[in-house]
């Protein structure tokens, strides 16, 4: 079975540095898909940014990319330019390719953007 | 907004009691996924349907079911309502059927809190 490992339960940032989230994950699978999800305050899911397995280059949307290391299992989140509204809940996700396409979550990290 | 409506968006009700969940998929999406996300957890997947038919069953509970009608909307039916049932329920959509890696699209949620 998958497993997705966030180790960092909490973090805080300045406004405008740049901080990264740690995700790792546990899979037999070669074919899968990688997600970050913002979770504010509102409690929306919000899609952050997405990696296939398949690709070597990593994603990059605005001021988020990803630093997906596929033999470490490793699928860390780059935030660069903090800024206040980036405060939230970030959830990393796992999809094997085929079957049931359900997500696999970690348990999050709640980041705080600091003034 | 992520097009997945979900209705009501708040709930109480109390221990014993039986409540409907309701999820309109984006338009065109022919799979809905319910998640469960109790008080500062990540989401559990409960069950998947795909164009009506079940198609994946994760953690739920006997207690709860779930159908999916001709229109694609998707209800979610949870009974002998215990306090620990409180949580936030998510509604997804995704298209399912394409290249694979179906990034999902969550509703805003449906709080319950069961008294």
């Known amino acids: 079975a998958q497993t997705v490992t966030q180790s960092q339960p909490e973090m805080s940032v300045q406004e405008a540095e740049t901080v990264t989230l740690s995700c790792t994950y546990d899979?037999?699978?070669?074919?899968?898909?990688l997600f970050w999800y913002k979770q504010p305050p509102s409690r929306q899911m919000i899609l952050v940014i997405r990696?296939?397995?398949?690709?070597?280059q990593n994603a990059t949307e605005n001021r988020f990319s990803v630093n997906f290391q596929k033999a470490a299992k490793s699928f860390s989140l780059k935030i660069s330019d903090s800024q206040l509204g980036d405060t939230a809940m970030y959830f990393c996700a796992f999809m094997k390719h085929g079957g049931t396409y359900k997500y696999i979550f970690g348990t999050g990290t709640r980041l705080k953007v600091l003034a | 907004d992520s097009g997945v409506t979900q209705t009501p968006k708040h709930l109480i009700t109390a221990t014993g009691q039986r409540v409907t969940l309701r999820c309109s998929p984006r338009?065109?999406?022919?799979?809905v996924y319910w998640y469960q996300q109790s008080l500062d957890q990540g989401l559990q997947f409960l069950i998947q349907?795909?164009?009506?038919?079940?198609?994946a069953k994760g953690n739920i509970l006997e207690r709860f079911s779930a159908q999916q009608f001709p229109d694609l909307h998707s209800e979610l039916n949870l009974s002998s309502l215990e306090l620990g049932d409180s949580a936030l329920y998510f509604c997804?959509?995704?298209?399912?059927?394409?290249?694979?890696?179906?990034?999902?699209?969550f509703g805003p949620g449906t709080r319950l809190l069961v008294l």
């Open positions: 990696q296939e397995a398949y690709k070597q």
């Open positions: 338009s065109g999406d022919l799979s």
């Open positions: 349907y795909y164009n009506g038919e079940e198609r």
């Open positions: 997804a959509s995704s298209v399912v059927g394409g290249q694979g890696g179906e990034t999902q699209y």
């Open positions: 899979t037999s699978e070669n074919n899968y898909y």
